[in-house]
């Protein structure tokens, strides 16, 4: 029970995919702008790592080693084409929003790195809990970031101002803020790792 509870926990903290492993980045970077963005960002790459870690798992052991990287790719193409589906029949302004960044995801070195590394060599319950853990570290690092760049950069969050006559800090919206942004809470993650290790 414990060995399960740490497969899940690891990617919230201790193995978190933005804060820690330093993993995509791209959609990190670019979908940050608002927290409604960041929630639907993370919510689809956590569908798309769920499914594919149990899958890739429970077929682990019939696939040719020399062809199962184009397998993931498939199997992960697969759910990421029900996640857009869903999202353009669901929510088609959040599709739109996000736009070329959700087909992406079959590329996002975050699913197909636990595909890898993970759910190819462990068995299915494990699987689903890394998924589920590393999904649900991305979603929080992503809307941490979007949190706070939406907040400073227009005063506003999910559309609800918070401060009258604040005057944005522009910046926190474009490019610059979000690497700006990224880099101080890269930071803080590993001042908070190293005061813990000792």
Do not use: H, W
């Amino acid at each position: 029970m414990k060995g399960l509870l740490r497969e899940f926990s690891k990617g919230i903290f201790q193995e978190n995919p933005i804060f820690v492993i330093v993993l995509g980045l791209c959609p990190a970077l670019a979908v940050s702008v608002s927290l409604e963005n960041a929630l639907g960002m993370g919510l689809a790459a956590s569908f798309v790592l769920v499914f594919s870690n149990f899958i890739i798992s429970g077929i682990r052991n019939i696939v040719p080693s020399r062809i199962r990287i184009p397998c993931f790719i498939v199997i992960i193409a697969s759910f990421v084409t029900i996640v857009e589906l869903l999202m353009a029949a669901f929510s088609p302004q959040l599709a739109k929003q996000l736009g070329i960044f959700v087909p992406l995801i079959v590329v996002n070195c975050i699913i197909l790195g636990r595909a890898e590394s993970f759910a190819s060599r462990n068995k299915i319950l494990p699987s689903l809990l890394d998924g589920l853990g590393m999904g649900l570290g991305f979603t929080l690092a992503l809307s941490v970031v979007a949190a706070i760049r939406e907040v400073l950069g227009s005063g506003k969050i999910l559309g609800f101002t918070l401060f009258k006559g604040y005057l944005p800090a522009t910046i926190m919206v474009l490019p610059p803020g979000a690497l700006l942004t990224l880099g101080i809470l890269i930071g803080l993650t590993n001042i908070i790792k190293s005061k813990i290790r000792r």
